[in-house]
């Protein structure tokens, strides 16, 4: 599986953009990019996946591009309630599942008054 | 279905005793995972099952921890001997696989044990 680098925290303050960067040089051809969201004293929660290019829902938008070893995952105008860890995660959701995949230590994302 | 659920959410126990907690799945999934996680770290896989065959074991569950999934619905997760290192969050997640197409975890909200 593809080994995933984050910054470790990021502040900002409320109202502002957000844009967190994942590398992985190894990605590859069939791996897709999720990120999940994490708040204290509870699982990780499905964010945002996409192959390349860019993917926009209601809660964020996730820039990849062409070489897809990078991507950025941007919240916009973040709130007090956006502060938590983000994970970036890589992996085949063809291949038979995404079993045993690493986490790592993710960003955690401080939202400030 | 109001997704994952894990009981209990806190567990405080001595070191020595043995432990198990339960895991409750979305109805339909197929998958389901138990990872381990401590203070400032990410998830760590476990162990998970599809339907109630136990397909993969890390190297990080010793012999001390056994997991089960009977008739592929509910799992629970037993520790024997708990040791101090043993403290973390355990969570469960669960997955539909359709095919060989992975449609994404849900996870529940954890149990958290503490050896004292």
């Known amino acids: 599986l593809a080994k995933t680098t984050q910054p470790i925290s990021m502040d900002s303050y409320e109202g502002q953009e957000v844009n967190i960067t994942c590398s992985h040089n190894n990605i590859a051809t069939n791996d897709y990019i999720t990120w999940y969201q994490q708040f204290p004293s509870q699982g990780p929660r499905f964010i945002i996946q996409?192959?390349?290019t860019k993917v926009t829902n209601e809660v964020a938008s996730l820039f990849i591009p062409a070489d897809r070893k990078s991507s950025t995952l941007s919240l916009p105008r973040v709130s007090l309630s956006d502060t938590a860890v983000y994970y970036c995660l890589v992996g085949d959701p063809n291949s038979g599942g995404y079993q045993k995949v690493t986490f790592g230590t993710g960003t955690k994302l401080q939202v400030i008054p | 279905d109001t997704g994952v659920s894990q009981d209990p959410r806190h567990k405080i126990t001595k070191r020595g005793q043995n432990v198990t907690f339960r895991c409750d799945p979305i109805s339909e999934h197929n998958r389901l995972y138990w990872y381990r996680q401590t203070l400032g770290q990410g998830p760590e896989f476990l162990t998970y099952f599809q339907n109630e065959a136990q397909l993969e074991k890390s190297r990080l569950l010793s012999d001390r921890f056994s997991a089960e999934r009977p008739k592929g619905s509910f799992s629970t997760l037993e520790i024997q001997r708990t040791e101090q290192g043993d403290s973390a969050m355990y969570l469960c997640a669960s997955s539909l696989i359709s095919g060989r197409v992975d449609y994404g975890y849900t996870f529940g909200s954890g149990t958290r044990l503490t050896v004292v």
């Open positions: 996409g192959y390349k």
